[in-house]
């Protein structure tokens, strides 16, 4: 627990990164359920000392509140709140909504000073009062939502079994027989204390805690939680909000006691970005990217990465997420867990950069690579690699290599070679100019245009890249000019010089092939070679992916691999899961392919004369 010098603390609790904590050496941030979380917020956790956090999906915040019970020994005071809920303790009155609460739309520290969320504010409003005994949250009726009693209220809302009040009385009887009066009492009444938010004085803290947790276990001893959905598991800490009640019933019948504060609820607390746990020393860290456009194929580059990595290694497998639903994420979750070992995280990405400007076709998913860096603060190197690939061989081997202090390893980019070679001009929003006069100028290559790599895998050394700023940079350029291949040509021209270049079966593109007449005979044979034997297929290009052109080169791997994914039928029906891949919503016409297949027959010397004319006449 983080040390703290106040005779007061309230427990805020966290199960996800937020915009704002409220935290000081009164407030004290904790995170529960940590014990079954991929990741570290970074303060208390909830799973270590004596705790439960295992049993946060049917306790909820109660973990937090039995953490401080077992662990917290120093506070004359203890409380618990929610990083949306707390009380007001400035005492001011609000406009109160049907479910009790005021409500703001954020929270900064502007409205944390307001509400009185600070150690200051709260020590004096607690100290000043001598007999008090427990700050509690304003009640409420629940008559406000069509119900009479508190019975009936817990019997009709969702995700409650009205049954099961049954067996909580019966435990009640057993273990506290005078307390049933307090109880039917508290069942029948209209007006209640909910939330879970609250404020004891050390001595009744610890009489509650005794009292409601070995309630609670005893229920759960006698539950059978077996098939009740996710958020019907949530009972016991359904439960504990009604025992709330029973125990203040009997315990603070004298009203100078106790204090009731205004319930505040944050309606727009921002999911805040919180880097994934730094991985183990056996640990391979692999990022790709995708949305749910996208999932049977990454579900296929994960399946290869799983078959071929070394027996004796895990894989820390973290994927950027631009929007994948829920239940893809559990399919992905399990086909991860059933083909081997290892973590899989999902980082949400859809709100990240929101605010960066962005002009012509860019996207914002354009702005994840480059900032794996700062996305990625606790880790220090990475494989990248595109979603639209198939790895056929250990990535172990690569992750492993010896950069010799530069930035990346990566794979020469032939096919931008070929460009270079035969004149292939960029487009013309990009400038326009002949492939070698785009590397030469346009990304001040100058006469190290060969040096161009290829994007689709790179192993990363992020303390490097977070040392040169690679993402501010980036930024910078992507908002004052176009590139011909977006962030790949950013990132050839601020690593210029940075990059060992692996083999090129590391990252083979399978349309390589159709432009290997560009090259010269050395280089043309060794991507023959690797073309016979890939470590990595990238199937880059619309009709390159065998989604969209079954009949692509070396789409035999890819489809050796679905199979072993929960997509494969989907993807050969052409029925995603989810809506079809954003490939398949492109419509190359028939005039389209046949006159790409004719000028890919043209010799270089007749394109590289074709581009000339065309160049005289604009």
């Known amino acids: 627990m983080s040390t703290t010098h106040s005779p007061v603390h309230i427990y805020v609790c966290y199960h996800k990164p937020a915009s704002e904590t409220v935290s000081d050496r009164c407030f004290v941030p904790i995170q529960v359920g940590a014990s079954r979380s991929s990741i570290d917020l970074g303060f208390t956790r909830d799973d270590t000392g004596h705790n439960i956090s295992h049993k946060n999906s049917a306790f909820c915040e109660l973990t937090a509140l039995y953490w401080a019970w077992k662990n917290d020994r120093a506070a004359q005071w203890i409380g618990l709140m929610h990083y949306r809920r707390f009380l007001d303790f400035s005492g001011e009155t609000h406009r109160i909504d049907a479910h009790g609460c005021a409500n703001y739309n954020c929270l900064d520290q502007k409205k944390i000073e307001t509400l009185g969320l600070t150690a200051s504010c709260v020590e004096s409003f607690l100290l000043s009062r001598p007999g008090l005994l427990a700050v509690l949250p304003q009640r409420w009726s629940v008559r406000n939502a069509g119900n009479y009693t508190l019975r009936t209220h817990y019997a009709k809302a969702a995700h409650h079994y009205g049954t099961d009040l049954a067996i909580l009385r019966s435990v009640i009887s057993d273990l506290y027989p005078t307390d049933i009066k307090h109880f039917d009492a508290v069942m029948d009444a209209h007006e209640g204390y909910f939330t879970n938010i609250f404020v004891f004085r050390r001595e009744l803290f610890d009489e509650y805690c005794q009292w409601v947790f070995l309630i609670l276990f005893e229920v759960e001893r006698r539950f059978d939680l077996t098939n009740y959905s996710m958020a019907a598991q949530r009972v016991f800490g359904y439960m504990s909000e009604r025992l709330f009640n029973v125990f203040v019933s009997k315990r603070l019948a004298n009203p100078k006691t106790y204090i009731e504060l205004e319930r505040v609820f944050i309606q727009g607390q921002r999911v805040a970005y919180c880097a994934p746990a730094r991985p183990t020393d056996n640990s391979v860290s692999v990022v790709t990217a995708s949305d749910s456009n996208f999932v049977p194929h990454l579900a296929t580059f994960m399946t290869s990465v799983q078959a071929n990595l070394a027996p004796h290694r895990k894989l820390d497998l973290i994927i950027l997420d631009g929007g994948i639903s829920d239940y893809q994420r559990a399919l992905l979750e399990r086909q991860f867990q059933l083909n081997g070992r290892g973590l899989l995280t999902f980082l949400s990405c859809s709100d990240m950069f929101a605010d960066i400007p962005l002009h012509a076709h860019f996207s914002v998913a354009t702005f994840y690579r480059l900032s794996l860096g700062e996305l990625l603060a606790k880790h220090d190197r990475v494989v990248y690699v595109d979603a639209d690939t198939v790895v056929l061989g250990d990535l172990s081997t690569i992750y492993d290599i010896d950069l010799a202090g530069r930035a990346v390893g990566a794979v020469p980019d032939v096919i931008m070679r070929s460009f270079a070679a035969t004149g292939v001009p960029a487009f013309i929003e990009a400038g326009g100019a002949r492939a070698s006069d785009y590397l030469r100028d346009w990304l001040s290559m100058g ?133 079809p891949t954003l490939d398949a919503a492109i419509n190359r016409s028939h005039f389209y392919r046949f006159a790409r297949k004719i000028w890919r027959r043209i010799p270089n010397a007749l394109q590289r004369r074709l581009f000339w004319v065309r160049d005289r006449m604009m």
Request: hydrophobic residues 45%.
């Open 447 to 579: 006469n190290r245009g060969n040096e161009y790599f290829q994007a689709g895998l790179i192993v990363m050394d992020l303390k490097v890249l977070r040392a040169i700023n690679l993402r501010e940079h980036a930024y910078r350029d992507l908002t004052s000019k176009r590139y011909w291949f977006l962030d790949q040509d950013v990132l050839n021209q601020h690593l210029l010089g940075r990059v060992k270049f692996l083999d090129l079966s590391w990252n083979v593109v399978n349309a390589s092939m159709d432009v290997i007449s560009g090259l010269g005979t050395n280089l043309a044979e060794k991507v023959r070679e690797a073309f016979s034997a890939p470590q990595m297929v990238h199937y880059a290009g619309f009709e390159a992916k065998p989604w969209n052109n079954p009949a692509a080169p070396l789409a035999h791997f890819y489809w050796y691999y679905l199979r072993r994914t929960f997509w494969y039928e989907a993807v050969i029906e052409r029925r995603e899961i989810s809506a």
